[in-house]
């Protein structure tokens, strides 16, 4: 149907995540209409992107530098850490704009069963950092799957002999929620985490 | 909205023997008889894939796709059940089936969908269908292991307590985590403590659901209805001694502590020292003070019927619905005089009860009040009741 290019362009695309061979082809599609404006726009931005990505050597956040524009950031206050599992979670922290601490990227949970242990992930790292005197806080905004509670109780036991503070992110009722489609367990989880208002 | 739970709808596709089918459904029970080998326990096996857990096989995923001699070239096929469901809390669409995104990078994974949408885990079933069964396999139920018999209680704890498949599956990830550190040799004593607080935690809020299942059961009153048999039952094991003598919180330190000090015994023989993974369901013939593996082989069966509707009756009480009956060659085995109690306890309940024969005659007393199938290779006939 087409040349050998177009065909290699579009089965890399369709490995991308939310994308499948179907939409692949759409957007390649678009793409060969529109070289100009598309194309090659995405090409350069794809190499430039490429060949400047980095992963911060601090808390593990890919950027174009290190360290990256968090760790960098005077305006961030160093005293709080909030740890998450993949540089995704980070990001989708970010895009709710209403944290304004450090953060610390694991690269993953705890899982026996896929052989990840705590060398693999950067907990040591995280015990360093825990030990600066400007920090009082680490929150620990693992996800509220067994291996990800599993992997907080862990690093809380860890963080026992640094003295610092640690919190977890509560887990409830969402924004907007209706108690009525809640199931049992968010329910009781969300009354044992009542707070005073 | 109705007051029970039925499949009004259901569709398989690349499933086992079939590689289609189209069924419309009243809220009536279904009679499925036919031939050995037509399909009859596969059509059960999918409806039991509407709720949580394995099916009434347990089959591997890749084990229900339709193969030979269909599909010679031994590559799986992304099989689907698509189900409409009439419940209490109103209608639903069911998808469950193996996800051909995942099959398509050589993975097998459940796919479940409900109103079109992907859900993660299974316990979103259980929110909307239950499903007990009763099949020529579990006639050995009070003779073997007691690893049958805790599937059979934590299904019927399915039917009232949805999460509880969520607290199952949590518990027994820990556990093989668990077992798989100290079989290595590599957990050190925080990372091990980790994974014994989940177990603990979940542990013995699996033991809590069963024990309060069983507290339930008994209050609902005397299980012996018409002809069969009343049927007493316990949870033996230590979590259940502990939790029956000890306030909660001292339960959890010492299962901490027991976990603890079993690691290295643990390490060398698999499992662990104490869990609900070792308590066992212990069942007697309540009027002839028996316990269940020592009764004759029908008594065996019709006590296990007994708990089935006894359950039945508590959940149409607390859900609104009964679960889904399959009854897989349950009806041939038992008398004219329970044969008709059944029936009509199920006509009675609102149940759909989904239960197959070679012997169309042994059905008649559902004549008028069910939904007759003829089951031949794979093709089922409407039979028009006489």
Redesign the interface.
């Known amino acids: 149907m087409t040349g050998r290019e177009i065909e290699n362009l579009i089965k890399l695309l369709s490995r991308l995540p939310g994308l499948?061979p179907r939409s692949a082809r759409r957007a390649v599609l678009q793409m060969l209409k529109k070289p100009e404006m598309l194309m090659l726009p995405l090409a350069d931005s794809l190499r430039a992107t490429a060949d400047a990505m980095t992963t911060c050597s601090n808390c593990g956040n890919i950027d174009v530098t290190d360290p990256c524009h968090i760790c960098a950031d005077y305006n961030r206050g160093p005293d709080i850490i909030c740890v998450v599992e993949e540089v995704q979670d980070l990001w989708a922290l970010e895009r709710g704009a209403s944290f304004k601490g450090q953060y610390h990227v694991l690269g993953g949970t705890?899982?026996?069963?896929d052989g990840v242990?705590?060398d693999d992930l950067k907990i040591d790292q995280l015990i360093n950092r825990a030990r600066a005197d400007e920090v009082t806080e680490v929150i620990l905004a693992t996800n509220a799957t067994?291996?990800g509670?599993?992997?907080a109780?862990?690093i809380t036991?860890?963080l026992i002999e640094t003295g610092v503070k640690v919190t977890r992110l509560a887990h409830g009722v969402p924004v907007g929620g209706e108690l009525d489609y809640l199931?049992?367990?968010t329910l009781a989880a969300a009354l044992r985490s009542r707070s005073v208002v | 909205m109705t007051n029970r739970l039925a499949v009004s709808r259901i569709q398989l596709s690349e499933f086992r023997c079939y590689e289609s089918l189209r069924l419309s459904l009243n809220s009536t029970s279904v009679v499925l008889t036919g031939p050995n080998g037509a399909g009859k326990t596969n059509l059960l096996e999918a409806v039991s894939l509407l709720s949580p857990g394995g099916g009434l096989r347990r089959a591997k995923l890749g084990e229900i796709a339709r193969n030979f001699p269909a599909n010679p070239d031994g590559e799986t096929r992304a099989w689907a059940v698509s189900a409409d469901l009439e419940t209490p809390d109103g209608a639903f669409q069911v998808g469950s089936g193996l996800d051909p995104a995942a099959l398509a990078q050589g993975r097998e994974r459940r796919a479940v969908r409900i109103d079109g949408e992907t859900k993660r885990g299974q316990a979103s079933l259980g929110r909307v269908c239950a499903a007990v069964w009763l099949t020529p396999q579990m006639d050995r139920l009070f003779l073997d292991g007691p690893s049958a018999r805790r599937r059979f209680l934590d299904r019927l704890v399915y039917g009232l307590d949805p999460e509880h498949s969520s607290r199952v599956a949590a518990y027994e990830h820990s556990l093989r985590s668990r077992a798989k550190l100290l079989k290595e040799g590599k957990g050190d004593d925080k990372w091990l403590a980790s994974i014994e607080d989940s177990m603990v935690r979940h542990g013995i809020a699996v033991a809590v659901a069963r024990a309060d299942l069983l507290a339930r059961l008994s209050r609902a009153g005397t299980m012996a209805v018409g002809p069969f048999p009343a049927a007493r039952m316990a949870l033996a094991g230590d979590l259940e001694n502990w939790l029956e003598n000890l306030p909660a919180v001292e339960v959890e330190d010492k299962m901490r502590a027991a976990l603890r000090d079993g690691r290295s015994r643990d390490g060398a023989y698999g499992g662990a020292i104490v869990g609900p993974q070792r308590s066992d369901l212990l069942v007697w013939h309540d009027a002839k003070g028996q316990s269940a593996d020592q009764c004759s082989t029908g008594e065996q069966k019709a006590l296990l019927l007994a708990i089935i509707m006894a359950n039945t009756r508590l959940q149409t009480k607390a859900r609104g619905a009964g679960p889904l009956l399959l009854l897989d060659e349950v009806v041939a085995h038992l008398d004219a005089e329970r044969r008709k109690h059944l029936f009509d306890e199920i006509v009675a309940l609102g149940v759909q009860a989904w239960m197959t024969g070679t012997d169309r005659a042994l059905f008649e007393g559902l004549d008028g009040r069910a939904q007759f199938f003829r089951v031949e290779d794979a093709t089922l006939t409407l039979e028009t009741t006489p």
Do not use: F, I, K
């Open positions: 499948g705890l899982s026996p069963l242990g705590p067994v291996d509670q599993t992997t109780h862990y036991e860890r199931d049992d367990g």
